[in-house]
């Protein structure tokens, strides 16, 4: 087999209605387009018939790799294992719920043979919830502060990549990591171009509330220590303003008296609260470093892999 050109990565768990339609018309940009290709899919631990529908769609489109993990790892977990599986020049990312549609890769793989070792894109036109979009925007927003790479959509998973970029990301050790992030720290030339963005046609959103929060306490940890230096800013700020204060007391105890002192006591109550809360909002913050250290420590593998189906175990 000769080696492909392009490898086509896509992340699923839970798609059983989107993945056949998603399937189809990949293949058919695939083969409009003439190159040598492979697509690589993740089920990522699915509970619903994704898997056999998958194996189903392997034995009717050519060039499909199916990696079965054990259990669910996480959308970036899983376009690590197909990065490690894939052999082109060029691979791409795809999410698995048509919301990014497959005719947009060309678009992806023209301009990063103009140069490019990342093209990253932006969702035009969103189809998603309010809540949503404005989730995306302020997390886009920290980001950006935290990690100093400016990009206008984080969230977008349909994103190229150059060979030596998938290749030191494989090469990375870290455990929890924020693919475009990493990617964008690597390369040297990245651009941005618009993609159309439709409804999801069926399924439910796997990036809940709760996740989105998890998500951002990753890219804290993970690539920025920006957080620390703003507790100590915040430490040093707190602790003049307690010694400014104290002398104000005692200066007012002296001029106005021990009786005035003495009603003061509910505001050094609430001064006290708010130093202690302060103090725990830190110990959360050091412990939240001190934990993703011990995790990276253990170098526990990023995932497991339950089966490789390719063409010629399915022909078996």
Known sequence: MKTPYLSVVIPVFNEEQNIRELLERLNRVMKDMGRLYEIIIIDDGSSDNTLELLKHCQIEIPNITLIEFNRNY??????????????????????????????????????????????????????????????????????AKI???????????????????????????EISTFIPVLATSYAKNTTEIDVKHDPRSGGETKYSLTRLISLQFDLMTSFSIWPLRMLMLVGLVVS?????????????????????????????????????????????????????????????????????????????
């Open 74 to 143: 996480g959308q970036h977990a899983a376009i690590f294992a197909g990065f490690e599986r894939s052999l082109g020049e060029i691979v791409v990312t795809l999410d698995a719920d048509l919301q990014n549609p497959p005719e947009e890769i060309p678009k992806l793989v023209s301009k990063a043979e103009e140069g490019f070792e990342v093209v990253a894109t932006v969702r035009t036109d969103r189809k998603d919830s309010i809540f949503r979009r404005c989730a995306s925007f302020v997390i886009n927003k920290i980001t």
């Open 147 to 173: 990690t100093g790479v400016n990009l206008k959509d984080y969230g977008c998973m349909l994103r190229a990549y150059r060979r030596n970029i998938v290749q030191l990301m494989c090469e990375s050790k």
């Open 240 to 316: 003049l303003a307690g010694i400014g204060f104290g002398i104000f007391l005692l200066v007012s105890r002296i001029i106005m008296g021990s009786e005035w002192a003495a009603e003061g006591v509910f505001t050094l109550f609430a001064v006290l609260f708010f130093f202690v809360g302060g103090q725990f909002l830190a110990f959360g913050l050091l412990g939240e470093y001190i934990g993703r250290i011990y995790s990276e420590v253990r170098r526990r593998p990023r995932f497991v892999i339950e089966n490789v189906h390719t063409e010629e175990t399915k022909k078996e």
